[in-house]
DNA sequence: CCTTAACCGGACCGCCCGGTCAACTTGTTA
DNA sequence: TAACAAGTTGACCGGGCGGTCCGGTTAAGG
């Protein structure tokens, strides 16, 4: 997946291939305060050959982030062609809710400065979501004194208010969705108590 | 202001009050995993004096965050007798996001069984939260299809959502409140996709 | 004022973390 | 197949954590 294909031996490609398929895994399930220890346990592998791969553990992080970001990002392109603007900003939700299930924006507010790479599809995201919104907005399905910021905010609560029910059933992020998202609407809505935050401030 | 004062020495109920308001600050300033010598640091007591007054650092945070619960159950009863059962529960909401600044529902959700005098208070707020909500519903202020167990989860997003901008304007959380609060008003609803939560599963 | 028990404090313990390193193994290539 | 570079590994390090403990201190009561 990631093009770092720079004459890396067999094994040692192997041997990245299964460290990110297990860091991915063990951060989905203990929260990124998974320790790499576990993870090299997991991927079968030493720890020192983790730290090898990935300098530090945030660059770990990142690598697997990565991947996720610009897969979304891909969907929200695709999704800017669609007829329905509205029922298009709302199944980019639901996508971006299912696809990080635990992880949430956190590691985008930890990543100023930390990877380049990431900063940079992190922003290719954010200008989709911004089209997406701006569609929406365009097209009277959503109100119009919210920002694509606003958005980008409100995109991962519905998996943190799930995640306090230990035993939610599976989806029910997509009920807290729903409520959100109807917030998100024009009817009778009334005005915003507070200006939003600069777009620049979100990371 | 707990009363635990059963022959205490007055050093020592000196000391326990400065540890509970250095605990507070404490945790509001660099939330719960903030350490106890940081806080005895704070309070200016040795880190031993901590652990006599609270045997565990979570019963410490247990004692701070009794008080707020307390103190959010006593409003919420005062609001149930207010005349205007929605802007009663809006009202809620807010002081509710506003009193507890950081500190998400967290140390609910793992206070299952560690404090028995927390539990109960818990219980007494929810029980109270789910009147508001049903006189709010029964005005029709908020729409029908979603429970208190709702309100007591999407209670702290505000907070949350707001705290990814690091240098958010004071009470900018107002603004994802009342977005919130909008998907709960029963204007032009779609039907809910999920079934709620066992209200016993939240803590 | 003196005794005493309650209280205080900080050195100390065991644990776990992210990260390093030098000795060892293995894929590659001529 | 030989020989080397690339890769691997787990012991190890420094640091921070929650929690313990005992020698010194001090408020309280007669």
Redesign the interface.
């Known amino acids: 997946m990631t093009s770092t294909d720079r004459h890396l031996r067999a094994d040692a490609a192997r041997n990245r291939a299964a460290l990110l398929a297990a860091a991915e895994a063990e951060f989905a399930d203990r929260g990124l305060e998974a320790s790499v220890a576990d993870i090299a346990r997991r991927a079968g592998i030493g720890k020192g050959t983790v730290f090898r791969h990935f300098p530090t553990k945030e660059d770990l992080l990142a690598a697997v982030v990565l991947d996720r970001v610009d897969d979304l990002a891909a969907l929200a392109r695709r999704l800017t062609a669609a007829a329905d603007p509205g029922a298009a900003l709302l199944e980019f939700l639901d996508a971006a809710a299912d696809r990080q299930q635990q992880l949430d924006?956190?590691f985008l507010?930890e990543s100023g400065e930390v990877n380049a790479r990431l900063s940079e599809s992190r922003a290719r995201l954010f200008a989709q979501i911004t089209v997406l919104v701006e569609r929406a907005q365009a097209a009277g399905a959503i109100r119009t004194d919210?920002t694509a910021t606003?958005v980008i905010?409100?995109m991962c609560?519905p998996n943190?208010?799930?995640s306090?029910?230990?035993?939610?059933?599976a989806?029910?992020w997509?009920?807290?969705l729903?409520?959100?998202?109807?917030?998100?609407?024009p009817?009778?809505?009334?005005p915003?108590?507070?200006?939003?935050?600069e777009p620049g401030?979100?990371g």
């Open positions: 924006l956190s507010r919210i606003d905010l409100l609560a943190h208010v799930a306090f029910v230990p035993a939610a059933p989806g029910l997509r009920r807290y729903a409520i959100i998202f109807d917030g998100l609407r009817h009778g809505v009334r915003l108590p507070t200006p939003p935050p401030q979100v």
